[in-house]
């Protein structure tokens, strides 16, 4: 008599192994994959059995690039989630929770975003004035690039942000960008309890979509909170601190990985983003200006440097031509220690030589499909703010695949959804940016697994690896273009069911 297992799900459809339909799993980890004719001989007394009723099981999906506390935060509510609202809706959202709150009292919105709007104009400081007259309120646009305040909140800004005056700082229009926005969002902290509070909510959410395992860039102070709850949440966590300068990288304690925790290493911004018009590009945009790079060639240089030397992995944040260039030119100074896996997050207006110089220097992508469902194609934001010419060869996620970089998967958190990211990129709007269902599911699975160097844990169905698993409602096989109907039924972390949906298993 062999081993028995704890939980066997069957009459599945399990990918990609086809043939199989049964998954035995034995305390955290999948103990055999096979058929539900072979399968039963792995049930023994206390085995529980759940009949997937011909439904597919994938590998849970690995978000390689989130704010887990930012998500969490919205997610319980102590920031204002704005996304996907009106602009009308939006300042009704922020009206109630000025009054909710207690006068004088911050409050912050975010994921707000003009491109979705009739009329495409940014919040105003007039329009938060008449929401909020007595209450310090901002309001964060979607890409996390720039903060709309009130009167009152630019008045307590006025004493937080030192470069006032600076195009990052404007106080006519009441707009923080980049920097300035960050040091003031630093200094609106919740306290330890909230923000634990936001990570047990920021897993509900990922447990929802999917999600079992995510990339989270986080600031330095926040790091020991994800080491306190460290497996709390029944979410894997791997963990990349953003950092300015070299000894901010050696400053960094040693910190004790396992299977819910992992610090994998060091994120870094070199410039903005397109929707704030600051991602670092070459062509001016149409409406003026290249955006900015965050630092000369020698920081970048030296950035990288301290981080190969610390034996940490940077996550380096380049999202048009311009920057990314620069990171490549210092990728190339570097004595590359390609065993650390060094990745590019977001990568959105590459050229064509530029693609093929990351393979070159063997590094890896972490790139995001639901960018180009929120913003690519006729009439969406890329189009206003870059041309069609440069919407069009943006996110060229066909052209990273043919060359066989690899590729992570992430949402950024707009939102987490895998199976939005899943669909827009097989129904991506040019050829360019399309790929393939399996491509798709594998960089929202393997793929992270691949950045976080635990290829032979997660991110496939197979003996030994860890039970993390999703099961949605329908075969995505069936119709891959038509991926509306796609929806989480159940998630499973380390085999333990940690969401079914409303009516399904209790
Ligand atoms: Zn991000």
Known sequence: MGMKADLILTNGIVFPAREADSIAIRGDRILAVARSDEIGALA??????????????????IDAHVHLFDAGLREIGWRVDLSGLSRDETLAALREAVKSRGEGEWVIGEGWDESRWGERRYLTRGELDRVAPDSPLGAVRMDGHMIVLNRVGLRAASSIVPDHGSDLFDPEWGILREEAAWTL?????????????????????CHRLGVTSVHTMTKAWRVPILFERRGRDLLR????????????????????????????????????????????VTEAYPSGGNGILNYTDEEISNLLAAAARAGHQAAIHAIGDRAIAQVLRMYARLDARSELRNRIEHFELPEERQIEEVKRLGLH??????????????????VERLGRERDAVSNPLRAVFDFGIPVAFGSDGMPISPLYGIRAAVNAPYSTQRVSLDEAIAAYTEGGARFGSEEGVK????????????????DPFLVPTDLNDMRVEMTFVGGKLVYAREGRCG
């Open 44 to 61: 023994g007394e206390g085995t529980e059995t759940i009949d997937l009723e011909g439904r597919p099981v994938l590998p849970g999906f």
């Open 459 to 474: 991110g496939r169905i197979e003996e030994g690896f860890l039970a993390d698993l999703v099961v949605l409602n329908e």
């Open 185 to 205: 969002l630093e200094r609106i902290e919740p306290d330890p309890s909230t923000l634990a509070e936001a990570l047990s909510g920021a897993a509900r959410l």
């Open 237 to 280: 966590i791997g963990v990349y601190q953003t950092v300015g300068s070299p000894s901010e990288i050696e400053g960094i304690a040693g910190y004790e990985n396992d299977q819910w925790l992992r610090f994998l290493g060091v994120k870094v911004f070199t410039d903005g983003s397109i929707g704030a018009g600051t991602a670092a």
């Open 365 to 382: 992508l972490s790139m995001q499909p639901n960018f180009i469902g929120n913003w690519s194609g006729p009439g969406k934001m890329y």
